[in-house]
C-alpha cells in the first residue's frame, strides 16, 4: 500500500500563487510515477502533471505548462507542485496519485493506483 496526503490548498486571488504538497509513505516501488490531477464542479477529472519519480523527468497538461511547476524531495519522500499565475479556471480539487503508468499513459488517472484525498484549490478574480 501506499498513503498519500495532499497539503496546500487554500484561496488565492487570481494572478497568485500556491505551493501543493503531496506527502507519500509505504510501498516505493509502487510508485514509479507521481502525478497531480484535478476536478471542477461538473467537469471530468484532468490531468495537470507528472513526475518520474527516478529520473525526475515531469510532464505537464497544455493548460498548466509555463505556470506549474512539480518537483519531488526524495529525502522527504514529497511531490510538490508550484502553481504561480492562477487563474479563475484553475478552481478545482487537486489530487496526487501514484503508479506506474508509462511515459505514453502517464495522463490517464486509471493508470494509477492510489489516491489522496485531495485538497481544495480557489482562485476568486
Known amino acids: 500500500q501506499v498513503q498519500l496526503e495532499e497539503s496546500g490548498g487554500g484561496l488565492v486571488q487570481a494572478g497568485g500563487s500556491l505551493r501543493l504538497s503531496c506527502a507519500t509513505s509505504?510501498?516505493?516501488?509502487?510508485?514509479?510515477?507521481m502525478g497531480w490531477f484535478r476536478q471542477a464542479p461538473g467537469k471530468e477529472r484532468e490531468f495537470v502533471a507528472a513526475?518520474?519519480?527516478?529520473?525526475?523527468?515531469?510532464y505537464y497538461a497544455d493548460s498548466v505548462k509555463g505556470r506549474f511547476t512539480i518537483s519531488r524531495d526524495n529525502a522527504k519522500n514529497t511531490v510538490y507542485l508550484q502553481m504561480n499565475s492562477l487563474k479563475p479556471e484553475d478552481t478545482a480539487v487537486y489530487s496526487c496519485a501514484s503508479g506506474n503508468p508509462t511515459a505514453a499513459t502517464l495522463m490517464r488517472g486509471r493508470e494509477y493506483l492510489y489516491w489522496g484525498q485531495g485538497t481544495q484549490v480557489t482562485v476568486s478574480s
Open positions: 513526475i518520474i519519480w527516478t529520473s525526475g523527468r515531469t
Open positions: 509505504g510501498r516505493t516501488f509502487s510508485r514509479y510515477a
